[in-house]
């Protein structure tokens, strides 16, 4: 009987705690469910996933938003980017994401390669064009062509283009709460009201991973 009642408590403060966040954020409005359900990267945190191009602008101005809340990620959070794939010339800036990826220097690509594209007004046609770019942000030559033309690249390529039809996206920066829900500026109003969403889903969620865990302690 303890348990069972623990189990009420725990389920009515998930439940108030939700209904309090709840009347400023509403599914069908501020965010979307997607028609089903997509499986994550880690079963024991909540997963969020942005979805981007480089040569979009309302991305680059997502950006810093995007920083500033990393910053302060719970650790039961896990972030991840994916260059999303809605058309072939999406593919080259795909791949120089996931390079940088594999080769560990994100840090030194990803923000810098954004205003490249947005600031500087360079234009990146080619892999050539991307190739110089890393090596002028220290990369070596042949490490980059070795891994731009690599298999695992051309995995991940692919399994971008597989995740952007799955997530029923229509345009980018879209941010995926935990294979379940998405949201955007264009969705929620605007940059800093996305990551307000975004937050409040990882609490909804929280809320009903502790209702699933305090139902299985009761069940006989």
């Not at 009642?5 to 965010?31: H, K, Q, R």
């Not at 994100?106 to 205003?115: A, K």
């Not at 990551?195 to 299985?216: H, M, T, W, Y």
Request: glycine share 4%; hydrophobic share 45%.
């Amino acid at each position: 009987m303890k348990k069972l009642t623990n189990w009420w408590v725990a389920l009515f403060l998930s439940l108030s705690a939700s209904a309090a966040i709840a009347g400023d954020y509403m599914e069908g409005a501020e965010y979307l469910r997607l028609a089903k359900p997509q499986p994550t990267s880690v079963a024991d945190k909540v997963e969020v996933v942005e979805l981007f191009w480089y040569s979009c602008p309302h991305c680059f101005y997502l950006e810093p938003n995007i920083s500033k809340w990393l910053e302060n990620k719970p650790d039961d959070v896990e972030f991840l980017r994916l260059p999303a794939v809605l058309g072939k010339g999406w593919e080259l800036l795909g791949k120089a994401y996931f390079t940088a990826e594999l080769l560990g220097v994100v840090d030194r690509i990803h923000e810098p390669l954004f205003e490249a594209i947005h600031v500087k007004k360079q234009k990146f046609r080619d892999v050539a064009a991307i190739e110089d770019f890393f090596v002028s942000h220290g990369v070596d030559r042949k490490d980059f062509k070795n891994t731009f033309h690599s298999f695992a690249v051309a995995i991940k390529i692919n399994n971008a283009k597989l995740m952007t039809r799955r997530y029923a996206i229509s345009g980018v920066p879209t941010l995926i709460v935990n294979g379940k829900f998405s949201t955007s500026a264009s969705i929620a109003g605007s940059k800093e009201d996305a990551i307000k969403v975004v937050d409040f889903l990882i609490e909804q969620e929280r809320g009903a991973d502790d209702a699933q865990a305090q139902s299985a302690v009761v069940q006989p």
